[in-house]
């Protein structure tokens, strides 16, 4: 059975970083694409990003374009999502995710396997 642990969110001030990890057990890491979403409050679960088990192939929303990375270590079996530049309206709850039916823009129905999700406010 897949695990999915979050970790590193917080509270930042606008315009400051975030670094969220999660950590995968029970899958071959290597072999499988990867993505972040996010839950604000009274609102539906929506994409931020995906890549690919070799990290070839990266999506991004339009949302976070230009502010956010995802990237994978595969030694680690540990996918990121670094955030630059956050605003407001990038707090949330954001989930690991994995068991995607598409990387392209994934809807929640197209994910399998989810994390617990972390916590991420920005303060304005």
């Known amino acids: 059975q897949v695990q999915l642990v979050e970790s590193g969110g917080g509270l930042v001030q606008a315009g400051g970083s975030l670094r969220l990890s999660c950590a995968v057990s029970?899958?071959?890491?290597?072999?499988?694409?990867m993505g972040w979403f996010r839950q604000a409050p009274g609102k539906e679960r929506e994409f931020v990003a995906t890549?690919?088990?070799?990290?070839?192939?990266?999506y991004l929303s339009d949302s976070v374009k230009g502010r956010f990375t995802i990237s994978r270590d595969n030694a680690k079996n540990t996918v990121y999502l670094q955030m630059n530049s956050l605003k407001p309206e990038d707090t949330a709850v954001y989930y690991c995710?994995?068991?995607?039916?598409?990387?392209?823009?994934?809807?929640?129905?197209?994910?399998?396997?989810w994390g617990q999700g972390t916590q991420v406010t920005v303060s304005s």
């Open positions: 995710a994995t068991d995607l039916r598409i990387l392209a823009a994934p809807g929640v129905r197209d994910v399998g396997s």
């Open positions: 890549i690919s088990w070799s990290g070839g192939n990266i």
């Open positions: 029970g899958r071959t890491f290597s072999r499988v694409a």
